[in-house]
């Protein structure tokens, strides 16, 4: 069965000091201010970002201005598709829908998912040899990979569908360990090629602390 199992480097500083704030405001207060701001400064980010390495953006400036003019009411957005509609106005469930489903992936991606490093700042381990190694050798990785305490919550998710979670900063030392080992062990060259390139991600972590590892499942 094919399944998905994304690790991801992440910042966590931008996430919470900035990412999370904006949402927490329109959630508490129905603010867009701070989300259109953000998406403002993605804007100006945008052409930057698309020159580096790293996953797909997912967006683009029309994208972005899209977002802004539904969030400020100049465009009309539907998640039925009923653009029929003789108000023309958004409702609140369609706009908090588009919000947490749509913008957040846009957000998260831009600001906390690093790009120009070298070397891919994501893995998927979830099709992969090294899930199972991991799973019957390395306790603390695959008690995060289980949802095992301890992990931290996020409460804006960058895919509403799947389970997201972020590893401890703390923790990510016992995560490099394990990798040691199993590097001195291993024979397989995707194993090997993946576990090298998860060690890098710990790495980076390592000498930024802003930074975790971020897991997608489904």
Not at 145 to 165: D, G, T, W, Y
Request: charged content about 25%; aromatic content about 12%; overall charge negative.
């Amino acid at each position: 069965m094919s399944y998905s199992e994304n690790l991801y480097l992440f910042n966590q500083q931008r996430y919470f000091d900035q990412v999370v704030p904006a949402f927490e405001r329109f959630k508490q207060a129905k603010d867009v201010s701070r989300l259109v701001n953000l998406l403002e400064e993605a804007q100006r980010l945008l052409p930057a970002l698309e020159t580096q390495d790293g996953i797909p953006l997912y967006t683009s400036q029309s994208s972005i201005l899209s977002d802004i003019d539904i969030l400020t009411g100049k465009e009309f957005y539907s998640r039925a598709g009923n653009y029929q509609s003789k108000s023309k106005k958004t409702s609140a469930e369609d706009l908090h829908a588009y919000i947490y489903d749509s913008i957040a992936c846009e957000l998260i991606t831009i600001f906390c998912i690093p790009r120009g490093l070298g070397f891919e700042p994501n893995l998927d381990v979830g099709n992969s040899p090294l899930y199972h190694l991991l799973m019957q050798t390395s306790p603390a990785i695959s008690a995060f990979l289980e949802f095992r305490e301890p992990f931290q919550k996020m409460p804006v998710k960058i895919a509403p569908e799947k389970a997201n979670i972020l590893a401890r900063w703390e923790d990510l030392p016992k995560w490099k360990a394990e990798i040691e080992i199993l590097k001195k062990v291993v024979s397989d060259e995707q194993i090997e090629s993946e576990l090298a390139q998860l060690f890098r991600m710990l790495e980076h972590c390592q000498v930024n602390p802003d930074y975790t590892i971020f897991g997608s499942f489904e």
